[in-house]
C-alpha cells in the first residue's frame, strides 16, 4: 500500500556532487524514520544515513563531511546530497521508510527500488 521511488542518480566523476530525492505515496497515515541504504558490487548492504521526525541525524562514518540527508514532511519526500564522492561510493542507493498506514496499524519498514550511483573518470 506504500511506494517509495527514488531519483537523482547517474554518473559523476570523482570529487562531483548528486543529490538523490524519494517520494514515498499510498495508503500513509505517518511516516517515522527515513533512511537511506546503499549496496555496491560485491558488497553487503549498509546503513548511509537516517533522519528522525524531528530531524536528528546519523550518518555511517565513511561519509560523514560529505553527505547530507534531509525531509519534508509535508510532501512525504526525503533526500541526500552527496558532495565529494568517492569512486566507493558507487553503489545502488534505496531510500526506506518506517510507516504507519492507518491510526491502528503497526509501524513496517518500506524500501524503494534503488537508483544506481556510479563515480568514476
Known amino acids: 500500500q506504500v511506494q517509495l521511488v527514488e531519483s537523482g542518480g547517474g554518473l559523476v566523476q570523482p570529487g562531483g556532487s548528486l543529490r538523490l530525492s524519494c517520494a514515498a505515496s499510498g495508503s500513509i497515515f505517518s511516516i517515522y524514520t527515513m533512511a537511506w541504504h546503499r549496496q555496491g558490487p560485491g558488497k553487503q548492504r549498509e546503513l548511509v544515513a537516517s533522519?528522525?521526525?524531528?530531524?536528528?541525524?546519523n550518518y555511517a562514518d565513511s561519509v560523514k563531511g560529505r553527505f547530507t540527508i534531509s525531509r519534508d514532511n509535508a510532501k512525504n519526500t526525503e533526500h541526500l546530497q552527496m558532495n565529494s564522492l568517492k569512486p566507493e561510493d558507487t553503489a545502488v542507493y534505496y531510500c526506506?521508510?518506517?510507516?504507519?498506514?492507518?491510526?491502528?496499524?503497526?509501524?513496517?519498514?518500506?524500501w524503494g527500488q534503488g537508483t544506481q550511483v556510479t563515480v568514476s573518470s
Open positions: 533522519i528522525s521526525t524531528d530531524g536528528s541525524t
Open positions: 526506506t521508510a518506517v510507516v504507519r498506514t492507518t491510526n491502528t496499524a503497526p509501524l513496517r519498514n518500506y
